[in-house]
């Protein structure tokens, strides 16, 4: 089968690689990137622990392929730094053996950005999409449900009820 070496957007960096037309995503991304954080579950799309984000929209690596991603932005959960989801798996211990984790992170991590108002429908509807056989669900659904506090959190307006340093040198 003939290869093509072809530029990827992976975590904000250019990366060249060669691929074959039907190489998926995912073993680009785990056998020649080396970017292991995506997991081969099912290899059919129905487990989601390869999940990354395409264009910030979660996809599953392991049913696309890698040539379909040229042109467009992929996210991995190597590539996510100290988001509030990430924070929330741990605080809220939303895993056990963390086979599925990464893929539950992108899939939140997605929700997150695309949605200001999250509620119980809206979180199982995203997460039902991903498979977990170590941990209950709700423990998943509490880190989503502290993540969308911690992002609220940051991004509130401050009030700034200080007085101004020259204000109270003229008082």
Known sequence: MPKQEVSLSINGEQRMVVIRFADTLLEVLR??????????????????ACTVLIDTCPYKACIMLAVETVGHEITTVEGLHSTPIQQAFADCYAFQCGYCTPGFIMNA???????????????????????????????????????????????????????????????
């Open 109 to 171: 991590h997605a929700l997150l950005q695309q949605h200001r108002v999250i509620d119980e429908y809206t979180i199982r509807e995203w997460l039902e999409s991903n498979i977990c056989r170590c941990t209950s669900y709700e423990e998943i659904g509490e880190a989503v449900r502290t993540a969308a506090r911690l992002r609220d959190a940051r991004t509130a307006p401050s009030l700034d009820t200080s007085v101004d340093t020259q204000q109270r040198r003229d008082l």
């Open 31 to 48: 056998g020649k990137l080396g970017l292991t954080g995506a997991k081969p579950g099912c290899n059919n799309g129905d487990c989601g």
